[in-house]
């Protein structure tokens, strides 16, 4: 006789509230109405124990088993609870939207950790929610803790992200050309590829609603010249399927022609080096973007699995939908950076075991304070 499976929820989810990750999953959560609660969490040795990396946001199953990466987390659920789907269904869009998620989740992280971090105002804010939440049980004074975590954040996610006086505009840059393109995109939808939310809404929430969103300079910024993508943060957060229902667009509308034009100008080539340092057993790699040095960035094996997934997923498309992707990609200035570099093999997770442990961390670091 066959056991009965057990029940997979309620979910618990570990992260703190300020967490961009830990926001993208929760809004999906909520979207999809699976039972789980939010339990406050610093990426710890605990975590690490239990998936693997010090990253949150970490999920516990009602099973016992736990998740880590949202990414691979969305796709699996998303096989356990498949109706309404937030992976279009036509193969080019959810293709593109894939694409589109990951560089929402990978590319507006400088600028998100940038606005946070490097401007007083902001980081003296966040530095004390950040520590009242996740380090009550240390035994310093609140005024250190506040420090210790502005001057953690600031050395590892801004100053050693390559963000300095050459690339503060650019990274600037980044953030309030997503605003206009999203702008443009939200103009005529609810939600970018029509009236529900769909994979690529969910990879721009991370930075788009628990830094941006809520940030005090970088949501002044939202606020004054995207009130249509204000709107829409909190139309994702309050999306459930049972009520926000409707249409896709068909294809892929026009308004994402300056979104793809600017993946296929900073975050492919930039994965492209990423991966090319990889293979050469670097640890720091420079990269120009849109004419802009980025120097000494920690090279990230992550994303060269990022890369690596990317590519596996145009080829599991059929033969029709291979062509019209590669003319879109092609179109943008996609397609030559998707595969310039050759025989891509990262060596993280072979078996495919995501979203479950030991997962990979985004960062690459092994430990920060
Ligand atoms: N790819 C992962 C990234 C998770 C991630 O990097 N989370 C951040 C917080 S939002 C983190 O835990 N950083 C480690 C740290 O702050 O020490 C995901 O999608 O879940």
Redesign the pocket.
Known sequence: MSERAQPITPLRVL?PEE????G?LEAYLHFKEIPFERVPKA?DRELQQRTGV????AVELADGRWM????P?IAWLETQFPEPSVIPEDPLQAFVSWLVEDYG?EWLWRPAMHYRWSYPQDAHHLSRKLSDEMMSDMALPGSWKRLLTRWRQRTFFVRLDGVNATTWAHVEHTYTNALAQLEAILETRPFLLGARPTIADYGFF?SMFRHFGIDPTASSLMRETAPGVYEWVARVWNARASRTKGPLATGIPEEWGALLDTIGSTYLPYLAANAEAWKRGDKKVDVEVEGVRYEQLRVAP?RVWCLEQLRARYDALLPDAQGEARALLEKHGCWEPLWRTEDLRSGIDPEGRAPFAPGV???G?RW?P
């Open positions: 992260g967490s961009y990750f830990t993208k990426p010090r990253q949150v946001p880590t990466d949202t990414t987390i989740d991370g992550y961390s985004m960062t670091l920060i």
